[in-house]
């Protein structure tokens, strides 16, 4: 299905914002909505009344009174909507529901053979995610939230995702998986809406959404088996014309020898500094390794080797960095996925970015981690189906 951007309405007072500021407890009453907002009660009322009418918030009981009339009180319904979840990995996916404020309600992380193509994997996941949505999430039976409660599904997927149609395009390591129309495959078995990103963009979502609402030009690396980024521009996910804006994995990088890559090129930054990159080079040198968790634990016990590799690999990430800092003049940089916790990979990666970039461009620029952990992307993948509902509901 073609899903349009949500419009902008994270700026004061549109929907979503409202729904959140009741979901966190923010408030209660349509008064407070109106002095968070600055929004006329007028305004804020015909607001209330649409979520209302959409089941996304409810009226319950009465506050308390300040003299006059009780003001209502407002909730979002408990036992209600969930979103629908789905972070998938090369050997592993996230699955998880989550409240429309965006918070986890359940998630499990479950074992995946990606190379089973995407009609047995995604059947699985789809099966995973319908379970959570009616399981008691509560002591009591009462507070299941009742089946059909599930309002959208997101989903994640580890390679380039045509952003209009929700297909895989030309994706590394993802067998069988090439033009798979994902969307379509998903919406002939689930009645809710079904919205697929790549896996940086949730996480760049997830993280911006949780971390830094607040600053409006964001660049957020994914170094896990494969390499991309997600970039928010203007606070919103820039996905560019075809959904392709951020994939930094073919981009070249200085490289003697140069790698080859999956794409048919060499020296590409994916054939560098990707953990399956790390992997192959590692063998290459007679070190036996078998995965990326092998890597990173050598790492962590200061083989020279594997050291050496993740140097190269920061220096790298880097490289393509400071170009991407230059030009796009991001707030905060921030390196999230399984390699971000690589100490001399992060060293080597911040040393060349200061080295490389514009003083003006990193003289308040923000280099992180990502810290919000292994929710992150079904968080953002939450968010998109949130800003949909919400939006076109
Ligand atoms: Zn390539």
């Not at 050997?91 to 190379?115: C, F, M, N, W, Y």
């Not at 379970?131 to 059909?148: E, Q």
């Not at 990173?296 to 960095?321: F, K, N, P, S, V």
Request: glycine letters at 12%; one cysteine or more.
């Amino acid at each position: 299905m073609t899903i349009d951007d949500a419009p902008r309405d994270a700026l004061r007072g549109g929907p979503r914002e409202l729904l959140r500021w009741v979901a966190t407890g923010a408030a209660v009453s349509r008064a407070d909505l109106s002095r968070l907002s600055g929004l006329s009660p007028s305004t804020v009322s015909q607001r209330v009344e649409a979520l209302i009418s959409q089941g996304l918030l409810e009226e319950a009981g009465a506050g308390r009174s300040r003299g006059g009339r009780r003001p209502r009180q407002l909730a979002v319904p408990t036992g209600g909507a969930v979103v629908g979840a789905i972070d998938l990995g090369a050997h592993h996916a996230r699955v998880g529901t989550l409240d429309l404020s965006g918070r986890v309600v359940q998630a499990r992380t479950r074992p995946v053979r990606i190379e089973d193509g995407p009609e047995a994997v995604l059947a699985d996941l789809l099966g995973e995610v319908a379970a959570l949505a009616v399981v008691p999430n509560g002591p009591t039976p009462s507070d299941a939230p009742a089946a059909g409660a599930l309002r959208g599904i997101g989903i994640g997927i580890p390679g380039p995702v045509q952003h209009a149609t929700g297909r895989i395009v030309s994706p590394s390591r993802m067998p069988g998986w090439n033009g798979f129309d994902v969307a379509a495959f998903c919406a002939d078995r689930v009645e809710v809406p079904v919205i697929v990103d790549n896996d940086a963009n949730l996480m760049a979502l997830g993280a911006h959404r949780t971390t830094h609402p607040d600053l409006e030009h964001a660049v957020y690396i994914k170094a896990g088996t494969g390499i991309g980024s997600g970039v928010i521009s203007d606070g919103r996910l820039h996905r560019g014309a075809q959904g392709s804006a951020g994939d930094i994995s073919h981009c070249r990088v200085v490289a003697d020898p140069a790698p080859p890559c999956s794409c048919g090129n060499a020296g590409c930054l994916e054939a560098v500094a990707s953990g399956a990159a790390l992997v192959t080079a590692l063998r290459e040198q007679g070190v036996p390794v078998d995965d990326l968790t092998g890597v990173i634990r050598l790492i962590d016990d200061g083989d020279r080797h594997a050291t050496a590799l993740a140097r190269q690999a920061g220096r790298a990430i880097g490289e393509i960095l400071a170009v991407v800092v230059n030009f796009f003049n991001p707030q905060v940089v921030a390196i999230g996925g399984r390699l971000a916790d690589c100490e001399p990979l992060l060293a080597s990666m911040r040393a060349t970015l200061y080295e490389r970039c514009l003083p003006l461009a990193t003289q308040t620029l923000l280099i992180e981690r990502v810290t919000t952990g292994q929710d992150v992307g079904i968080t953002g993948a939450a968010h998109l189906v949130i800003d949909h509902v919400v939006a076109v509901n």
